[in-house]
């Protein structure tokens, strides 16, 4: 686990998912907040620091795509790994071309969730060349299969 | 379409034998009544009018043979009475007569003698030395002397040699006495001879005494018996002539030639029988004939009639066997779309309702799993089972994830659907799979391939899903039995067509209107989840084409997949 705290907001509508999944990941000693719509997510942001935001794509009212693109257009710093049912896979799909790091379907592995969020953390790293190469970070193997079938 | 799998079937082969029966009863009961109905008026009239024909040969023959007798007679009784004993008596004189009456009926009379009231026969004429003999105790004098004219039965007489005598009483004095004369038996036997008909027919005279008094051509003294019951007979009852048919020696009626007929007349004031025997078989031949003729059409015709009925009834059959297949094709081909599409929508509804929640409850079982970590935890005694439970609340979700997944497919748009795939290529890397899944098992796999075909463009992901489906689909229809999987692919009408068939048990009607709905199986639980044609005709759909299924029961299934070449209205679902 990278010791360098990596701030990180999940948005999701569904508020039971949202605080479970929250909980977990701070046993885990993460940063981790979360919001319940778009709106409140580009709240947040303009207000805060973060490093990764965790979508979900379908949402009422201000839907992930729109908020991946908001977030694109004013912070490109910022990964961003979306959340889909499989209802919404077209949309990950787009999310994707908009410049997303990666997706991933509910319900989700919780060690899937822990390796995507270390791999873009790394990601992050690299790109604001702060990375050090005895770290080993770039032996990650970094995955963006795109996972369909 | 395999034939005999349909002729096996009872149905048809019963529907061949019962049309095969009612047109052979209806046709042969009226032929047979009419041909019985036929034959029998046939047969009635038939022997009426040889009936009546040897009824009218008897009677001509019968007053041939009285006229004769009464000819010869008058001409003895006018002999007697023109001349008298006293000239007659003259040897000379009657010699004189004799050889007058010889010129005129030709050798008919053989001799003349005269004679007295004793019985001596004071004159005669003729070839034998018999004047002076005594016929007193003669049984021809007897009767002779009693009536004014007699004709005698046939007998030998002081000759030894058959004759019968006619004789003319006149009177002399108070004395009768007698002029006879002998009639050649032979002149008088041709009379009754020349009756001849057919092969067995013929004539002969019979007394009272039931003695012939002709001789018959053939030896039939043995029958002798039967003719008395025809002299027993009253002639007032019969018009004169009376027709019997007797059976001689054998008892049976089957035997053909023992069967005759008797037509009978009286003469000679009903002294004598003429009677006129023939075979039936011979008098009735022509019936006979007809009925052999009547037969052998009966038997040409009505083999004739069971071998047409027996083609046509099965060449019926076969259109009736036909049209049923091509029923029970269209009404399989039916594939109600438009319920598919509101089924599948109904199913990615609660399949995306569903993982919401699922999401949750795993969330929540990760929840507790991670609690269950904490030191405060670790000496829990149900601390496994806790474990065991939780992993397997994330198991059952993640089987809900896939299944979800899968059903979502069938709306889901593809961001792939643009690749160029070459149809036949992803053919051949299927049935390269198969063939070694199938290596040694009883299924063989045929293909037919149009080569080059257009390319299209789709998923190949998709495109491969749908041909392993399908193929499997066909590979477990055959079972265990042997069979063949076949893969066409052609190009008609601007769009691919991919016939996918087996000689598998065939889908039942019932089944296949519901094969393309999700979670509709006929394999065992958890084999299979019953979404794969719905899955197939979800991705097709989703290309633009279309999928038909015809099926036959114990014939086999085809499934026909329809892709458009170049559809551009995929590209801009994109």
């Not at chain 1, 907040?33 to 709240?43: M, P």
């Not at chain 1, 908020?67 to 710093?77: D, E, M, T, Y």
């Not at chain 2, 015809?550 to 299934?557: E, L, P, Y």
Request: with cysteine.
């Amino acid at each position: 686990m990278n010791n360098k705290p990596m701030k990180i907001l999940f948005v999701d509508d569904e508020v039971a998912f949202l605080e479970t999944l929250i909980k977990r990941l701070k046993k885990r000693g993460m940063d981790v907040s979360g919001t319940n719509s778009g709106e409140a997510a580009i709240t947040i942001l303009e207000a805060n620091l973060v490093d990764l935001v965790v979508l979900d794509v379908c949402m009422p009212g201000m839907d992930g795509i729109e908020v991946l693109k908001k977030i694109k257009g004013k912070w490109p710093a910022i990964e961003v790994i979306m959340l889909t049912g499989h209802a919404c896979l077209e949309a990950a799909g787009e999310g994707m071309e908009t410049g997303a790091f990666d997706y991933l379907l509910k319900p989700i592995d919780i060690d899937d969730l822990l390796f995507k969020l270390e791999d873009a953390y790394d990601k992050i790293q690299i790109s604001k060349g702060k990375i050090k190469t005895d770290e080993g970070g770039l032996n990650l193997n970094i995955k963006k299969t795109v996972k369909l079938g | 379409m395999n034939k005999n799998k349909i002729w096996g079937r009872p149905y048809y082969k019963s529907l061949t034998r019962n049309i095969m029966l009612t047109v052979i009863v209806v046709s042969f009961t009226p032929m047979i009544l009419v041909s019985l109905v036929i034959l029998y008026q046939f047969k009635t009239s038939y022997h009426e009018k040889v009936n009546a024909h040897l009824e009218e040969l008897v009677l001509k023959h019968k007053q041939n043979i009285d006229i004769f007798l009464q000819d010869k007679t008058s001409d003895i009784k006018i002999l007697s009475r023109s001349y008298g004993m006293d000239q007659l008596s003259n040897d000379s004189f009657l010699a004189e007569r004799l050889s007058i009456l010889q010129q005129e009926y030709k050798d008919v009379f053989v001799d003349m003698g005269v004679l007295n009231e004793q019985g001596l026969q004071v004159a005669y004429a003729g070839p034998f030395k018999l004047k002076n003999a005594n016929y007193h105790e003669a049984a021809w004098f007897k009767k002779a002397i009693k009536n004014e004219v007699s004709v005698s039965d046939l007998f030998l007489g002081l000759r030894g040699l058959p004759h019968f005598i006619i004789s003319a009483r006149q009177k002399k004095g108070d004395q009768y006495w007698i002029l006879r004369a002998t009639i050649d038996f032979l002149s008088f036997n041709d009379l009754v001879e020349n009756i001849r008909i057919g092969e067995t027919g013929f004539a002969f005279i019979i007394n009272r005494k039931n003695e012939f008094q002709t001789k018959p051509r053939v030896d039939i003294s043995s029958e002798k018996e039967l003719y008395k019951s025809l002299l027993v007979k009253k002639p007032e009852k019969f018009n004169g002539v009376q027709i019997t048919i007797e059976q001689v020696g054998r008892k049976t009626k089957s035997v053909y030639g023992d069967e005759y007929l008797y037509v009978s007349s009286f003469l000679k004031n009903n002294d004598w029988l003429l009677v006129y025997r023939q075979n039936t078989s011979d008098a009735f031949s022509t019936i006979r004939r007809s009925m052999s003729l009547a037969l052998v059409i009966l038997i040409f015709g009505g083999s004739g009639i069971i071998a047409m009925t027996y083609l046509l009834s099965r060449r019926m059959v076969g259109f009736i066997a036909k049209s049923d297949t091509e029923k029970q094709l269209m009404n399989q081909r039916m594939v109600e779309t438009s319920k598919l599409a509101s089924i599948g929508e109904l199913a990615s509804g609660v399949a995306h309702e569903i993982n919401n929640p699922v999401a949750i409850m795993v969330e929540e079982a990760g929840w507790i799993q991670d609690l269950l970590e904490e030191e405060e935890f670790s000496n829990s005694e149900n601390l496994d089972e806790f474990e065991r439970a939780l992993n397997q609340i994330k198991a059952q979700g993640h089987r809900c994830k896939k299944i979800t997944r899968k059903l979502l497919s069938f709306a889901r748009k593809t961001q792939s659907n643009n690749h160029e795939i070459n149809i036949n290529d992803l053919i051949r890397e299927i049935i390269e799979h198969f063939k070694k899944r199938i290596k040694g098992s009883n299924v063989t796999m045929e293909t037919d391939i149009k080569d080059p075909l257009p390319i299209i463009h789709g998923s190949n992901t998709e495109l491969q899903q749908i041909f392993l489906n399908l193929i499997n689909n066909g590979v477990d229809a055959l079972g265990k039995t042997d069979g063949i999987v076949k893969i066409s692919a052609m190009d008609v009408d601007g769009q691919i067509l991919i016939k996918i068939s087996d000689t598998g048990a065939g889908i039942s009607p019932v089944n296949l209107d519901r094969i393309f709905d999700p979670f509709f199986t006929t394999k065992p639980v958890g084999k299979g989840t019953g979404l794969g044609l719905f899955i197939c005709y979800g991705i097709i759909k989703k290309m633009g084409g279309k999928i038909d299924v015809d099926s036959v029961m114990d014939i086999g299934t085809t499934f026909s997949i329809y892709l458009p070449v170049n559809d551009k209205k995929n590209e801009k679902n994109l």
